[in-house]
């Protein structure tokens, strides 16, 4: 089964400084990978995803994130935080084929995103 | 853009009741999914669907019933509330097929407190 790892709970960074948020999954074929974002009291929204290609990924708001087969690890970075960045953020996984199981992405348990002044 | 709306934003219950939380999206979409979100859990999945009167349980379907009867609707029922089932609801849908790189569109969610 697909599982998805996102080790950091809290992560605080100051405005202007650099973002790097961890992600790792595990599936046996090739992944689908999504990252969403919570702003307070909303729903979630894509920031990127990524199917096949590419390995690095563009995403809204100024975020990428790189997938990295090696290391089964789809991390999100932004190279300068704005304080409207502040916000929960989610890493999903999805099958890769169609091929029994379930077929709805696993969703990580979330990195919550503090950034100070 | 897809729309994906919620009833309530807020609602207060009691011990007992039975609660009907809506979800509507306008985008035609096939797959639409009930969450649970609480702190440090993360997303769990409640019920899903593919079409209309399918459903599926998730990982977490005790205490929780779905009915799909119109392709852009479908609602979350709580048959009888209970304390532990305060916490924030999330609907989401997707256009088919399920399985594929289709990203997941969700609601603002609904935070339900049970007294």
């Known amino acids: 089964a697909q599982s998805v790892t996102q080790p950091d709970i809290h992560i605080t960074v100051s405005e202007g400084a650099s973002l790097e948020l961890r992600c790792n999954y595990s599936?046996?074929?090739?992944?689908?990978l999504f990252w969403y974002v919570q702003s307070p009291g909303q729903g979630l929204q894509l920031l990127l995803k990524?199917?096949?290609?590419?390995?690095l990924v563009q995403g809204i708001k100024g975020f990428e994130a790189e997938f990295k087969r090696s290391q089964s690890s789809f991390n999100l970075r932004k190279p300068s935080v704005h304080w409207s960045d502040a916000a929960e953020y989610f890493c999903?996984?999805?099958?890769?084929?169609?091929?029994?199981?379930?077929?709805?992405?696993?969703f990580g348990r979330g990195t919550s995103l503090i950034v100070h002044p | 853009d897809v729309k994906v709306t919620q009833s309530s934003r807020y609602l207060v219950k009691r011990t007992g009741e039975k609660v009907f939380l809506e979800c509507v999206q306008d985008?035609?979409?096939?797959?639409m999914f009930w969450y649970r979100q609480d702190p440090g859990l993360g997303l769990r999945l409640i019920y899903f669907s593919y079409d209309v009167k399918m459903k599926e349980k998730g990982d977490i379907p005790e205490g929780y019933s779905v009915s799909r009867e119109k392709k852009e609707r479908f609602s979350l029922i709580l048959e009888s509330a209970s304390t532990n089932q305060t916490s924030m609801y999330l609907c989401?849908?997707?256009?088919?097929?399920?399985?594929?790189?289709?990203?997941?569109?969700f609601g603002p969610g609904t935070r339900l407190t049970v007294l």
């Open positions: 989401a849908s997707s256009p088919s097929p399920l399985g594929s790189y289709n990203e997941q569109f």
């Open positions: 985008m035609d979409h096939e797959n």
């Open positions: 599936y046996g074929a090739t992944p689908y």
């Open positions: 990524y199917f096949s290609g590419d390995t």
């Open positions: 999903a996984v999805g099958p890769g084929t169609l091929s029994g199981g379930s077929y709805i992405p696993t």
